[in-house]
């Protein structure tokens, strides 16, 4: 599990029942499509200044429609008044906390955006509402030594300009700007 921070909390398998509920109860709304090699360093400080904070985070195994396996990494965030400390999530919160600096200062994801009912005990709350952020495919930034990995400038062509490759910068970044959450090209970054 090379790509996933060690100690990151794993979920179990759906049931039946689970994947029926799921499915057929309370949507999400999703506001950012799947985009590629974003960068979420500055979400996390951007999240924290709007007061919400991290309640649930998990990765669960899956299959690809060519059937290879990849993590897919959920991070789960509400504002901060509507969260109460204890819960299952309680325990894992710390390390979750530090695998999604980790995994935002090491690599840029694919990523997707939903707007979810909030729920406590397994019911929707009134007029809350949580922020689910989906990590879906991986792009490093680093070598598997640390090191941040290299790529040549490259002009229409193709071809390479300049006499040595510069470190892989992201592009992308997910921000929040106006209390709107939106990917931001680095040279337009206003957040």
């Given at each position: 599990?090379g790509?996933?921070?060690a100690g ?11 994947l ?6 309370v ?6 499509e ?15 200044k709007a ?22 990494v ?6 901060e008044e ?7 999530f309680a325990?894992?919160?710390?390390n ?11 690599a840029?994801w ?5 707007l ?8 929707p709350?009134?007029?809350q509402?949580?922020i ?15 090191n941040?990995?290299?790529r ?5 062509n193709?071809?390479?300009v ?20 939106i990917v ?7 957040c």
């Open positions: 599990m790509a996933l921070p990151f909390f794993e979920k179990k398998r759906e049931t039946l029942d689970e029926t509920a799921r499915r057929s109860g949507k999400g709304v999703q506001f950012i799947p985009i590629q090699d974003v960068s979420l360093l500055q979400f996390l400080l951007d999240l924290a007061g919400y904070v991290l309640v649930d985070a998990f990765f669960q195994m899956r299959a690809s429609v060519r059937g290879q396996q990849y993590p897919s959920r991070f789960i965030f509400a504002a509507s969260v109460r400390p204890d819960g299952e325990n894992h919160k710390q979750a906390e530090n695998a999604l600096l980790q995994m935002c200062k090491e840029m694919r990523v997707r955006a939903f979810n009912p909030f729920f406590e005990g397994g019911l709350v009134d007029g509402h949580a689910s952020i989906n990590l879906e495919a991986r792009s490093p930034l680093l070598d598997g030594e640390g941040p990995l290299m040549w400038e490259k002009d229409e193709g071809e390479k300049g006499n040595k490759p510069f470190p892989l910068e992201p592009k992308l970044f997910l921000c929040i700007e106006d209390g709107n959450i931001a090209p680095a040279q337009e970054k206003v």
